[in-house]
């Protein structure tokens, strides 16, 4: 592992039995926790901008199907992966850095008697576990930014995809204004992070041989979500998300992320893209 994967590892590590916390929430709110859905978890379960919104949103972006086999990259405790397999029927691999993550990911998921569908592999994103040419769909949100060689990430996305494959992403990238307020969701120290401008990101998918389909600036949209967030807290609404329990440093985190929207320090992105086929020229 190397020294910008172990900063990760132990950013996403220090906290421990996510699943049980997750569970003692929703207890909390009434949830009978015997017969859960991913749905039901979704609110606590996805660590990302706009939430569940913003995944099913990407996978109607995607066009996923039942058939497609989804490689889910930075999957976190697994909550998009376990949608996509509830919502739409695929088979979902999902992989992550952080044995805490992979762990908690793979006990939600048998809960809710999704494990037949959906499994969980801990590794290392520029040295995928994998076959090449295994999978449809490489899907990845809000992961790059903890990447330090993103060529080396895009580079093994193209070696597992197969031809026709998809890459679908949405990252969060720097903006114009630099540095970030920190601590945020990603990380706790500045060498912890690894953003890069849009047009970086377009130019090292399109260098590891991917062909970009679509491109889209979301940043409107997380502004919005971020800004209906500080209007529910300021008005006393509790609402259902990670930071009920990953306490008051992850309510900081997403403050500084808002701050960082709202003075173009970052952005937030999505992209599809197609690995070619071989040619019959």
């Known amino acids: 592992m190397t020294d910008a994967s172990e900063s990760v590892a132990q950013h996403y590590g220090r ?5 049980a916390r997750i569970l003692r929430v929703l207890e909390e709110v009434g949830a009978d926790v015997s017969a859960l ?11 990302h901008i706009r939430g569940h919104l913003a995944t099913m949103e990407l996978a109607h972006y995607a066009g996923l199907e039942a058939q497609t086999r989804v490689l889910d990259l930075g999957a976190g405790i697994g909550g998009p992966a376990r949608l996509l397999a509830e919502r739409f ?15 908690a990911a793979r006990d939600l998921t048998a809960r809710i008697g999704l494990a037949e569908r959906v499994d969980f592999v801990c590794g290392d994103g520029t040295a ?17 930014m903890n990447i330090a060689d993103k060529a080396g990430l895009y580079g093994e ?3 597992v995809l197969r031809p026709g494959g998809r890459l679908v992403l949405h990252d969060v990238v720097a903006g114009p204004v630099q540095p970030i307020h920190l ?31 679509d491109w889209r600036e979301v ?8 800004r209906a967030r500080r209007s529910r ?14 306490g008051p440093e992850f309510t900081q985190m997403i403050k500084n992320l808002g701050r960082n929207l709202e003075e173009d320090r970052v952005g937030v992105v999505q992209g599809l893209f197609e690995m070619p086929g071989p040619s019959t020229e």
Not at 15 to 19: P, V
Not at 89 to 103: E, H
Not at 137 to 144: E, I
Not at 191 to 209: C, H, I, K, N, T
């Open 183 to 213: 601590p945020v969701p990603w990380a706790a120290k500045r060498d912890w992070s690894f953003l890069v401008p849009a047009g970086e990101v377009r130019r090292l998918v399109a260098a590891a041989g991917l062909v970009e389909l």
């Open 89 to 103: 029927g695929c088979r979902v691999t999902g992989l992550d850095l952080t044995v805490a993550y992979c762990r």
């Open 128 to 144: 995928l576990p994998f076959t090449d040419a295994g999978f449809d769909l490489v899907w990845t949100q809000h992961a790059a």
């Open 219 to 226: 940043t409107a949209k997380a502004l919005a979500w971020s």
């Open 157 to 159: 996305i193209a070696r």
């Open 37 to 47: 859905t991913a749905q039901d978890l979704a609110p606590l379960d996805q660590f």
């Open 233 to 246: 807290a300021a008005a006393g609404e509790a609402s259902l998300g990670p930071q009920r329990y990953l």
């Open 15 to 19: 906290h421990d039995d996510l699943a």
